[in-house]
Structure formats: structure tokens, C-alpha cells
């Protein structure tokens, strides 16, 4: 089973790269923020006790999260592995993550990182800003903010991929098609 954990900034690219490697692989894409989103509507138990949380102007509690995670594992015994997207976000989500993994007889095959310059990432959110209206790709200084956010939360994590051999980081620059093949090379690779 190729399960990869895709990371990368704020306008790294990682939802494009994401639809790639899901058609390419025949994998499951797995974003936290669809998995709360999808609960939520459906008015779940792992929802209601999310929303609980987000109503109050919390994030969900890993346990909500990595509940809805296993559900979705459950849901696709026979996927031939998964796209993680937005988790883990800590180390400690990334142990949890490992443990539900080895509770399914498997494991993360490596977690790949889209590397951009912070120019690059604030012109592409920017730009993105004008066609999506969303007011956080439209503000430089939250947008910087947020990638300092990423680089100082993704850092401890990046360290424990190291640590396993399993850390990989990807050229984010160039067009989506060069990007994709890099990709898909290392992809290949594990």
C-alpha cells in the first residue's frame, strides 16, 4: 500500500499535486479539512463533537480527527493507498498517524515536501486571491504570517521523516506538468 504524506506551504501547489497523484497512484485522498467538512454536514457523532469545538473558535482535538481518519480507512480496505493532505500537522499526530497505519498492516511511505521560495508562494496566493475572494490569499501580511506559521509548526516534522528515511522534498517551481513528474519519479521510487 503507498501511503504519502503530502506537505508543502501555503501555495506550494498541494491540492493540484494532490489530484495528480490520486489519478496517477489510483489513491484516496484524504484532506482533514474535507474529512471535518463531510462529518459536520452529515451531522455524524465525530461531526457534532467536532463542530462543538469549532463553534467555540477551536481546531477539532486529534482524536476527532484521527477518528475520522480510521473511518475513512475502514471505508476502503481495499484502496491502494492513500494521499494525506493537511495531517499530520505535528509530531505527535505523525506517531498517531503511524499507529492507525500499523493497525491496518501498513505504513507511511514517505512524506514529500513541495519546496518554494516565500516570493514565489505570496505571488501565487495573491494571485489566486483574485479569483477565489478568499481574504486570507488577499492580505500579504497574513499570508506571511501563514507560511511562518507552516516553516515553524512542519519543522519537528520534517525531523521525524528524517529520522525514518522517509522525508522527501520536491522542487514546488515550474510548471504543474514538470512539477507532477518530479513527483511522480519520486513517487515511483518508494
Known sequence: ?????????????KGTQASFLIKKFNLIHLSTGDLLRSQIAAKTPLG???????????LAPDSIVIGMIKLKLLENTDANGYVFDGFPRTVEQARALDLLLDENNTHVSGMICLTVEKEELINRLLSRGKTSCRPDDQDVSIIENRIKIYHDKTEPLREYYKAQNKYYK?????SVEEIAQRLSDKVSML
Request: aromatic content about 10%.
Open 48 to 58: 457534532l463533537e467536532a463542530q462543538s469545538y469549532i463553534d467555540k473558535g477551536f
Open 1 to 13: 500500500m503507498l501511503n504519502i504524506v503530502l506537505f508543502g506551504p501555503p501555495g506550494a501547489g
Open 170 to 174: 520536491i522542487d514546488g517551481t515550474g
